[in-house]
């Protein structure tokens, strides 16, 4: 039986390894791939997202760095990893249906997604708890991978322009 459970195992690895990636720890399970979000159409145009998260947090007035890395699983879905340094963030973004074209509330699906607060959503364990936490291996897995495989964006300090009214669509 142990001979099984072994042979499993090798099996697995090979076939990640063979599928072009092997993940490290992670926040999320299962990616199979990276994805360039500038080409996906969940995420084209992603810095207006950004711009608006900045903005509705008031923090426009200020340099701020971020990190984000696509991945896709074997049903074709997309999901990408966004680190703000800053605030000491990650968020687990399912992109949205309508690509923004300019600055806008089209570009605010980035403040209704998961977060996780890096300060306080993190534990020192070998297990995962039970609870609104992440094990710091995965999320320290996340980041590395996002050093590694994703896209590095510096916003500049801006002043958001305004907001188109619902008559001038």
């Known amino acids: 039986m142990k001979c099984i459970s072994i042979f499993f195992v ?3 690895l090979f076939t990640q390894v063979m599928a072009g990636e092997l993940f490290s720890p992670s926040i999320l399970s299962g990616p199979i791939g990276h994805v360039n979000l500038s080409k996906d159409p969940n995420f084209v145009n992603y810095e207006y997202d950004l711009m608006y998260l900045v903005a509705y947090s008031e923090k426009n007035n200020q340099a701020n760095n971020f990190c984000l890395v696509g991945y896709r699983w074997e049903d074709g879905k997309t ?7 800053e605030e000491n963030l990650l968020f687990i973004w399912p992109g949205r249906d309508i690509a923004p074209e300019e600055y806008g509330k089209y570009s ?8 996780i607060d890096l300060n306080h959503n993190v534990v020192e364990r070998e297990d995962q708890m039970a609870m609104s936490t992440y094990l710091r291996r995965d999320v320290e897995g996340t980041l590395d991978d996002c050093s590694r495989h994703g896209t590095q964006y510096e916003l500049k300090p801006f002043t958001p322009p305004p907001e188109n009214s619902d008559d001038d669509w």
């Open 79 to 85: 999901r990408a990893v966004v680190h703000w340094r």
């Open 108 to 115: 605010s699906s980035l403040l209704t997604t998961k977060s």
């Open 10 to 12: 090798f099996l697995a």
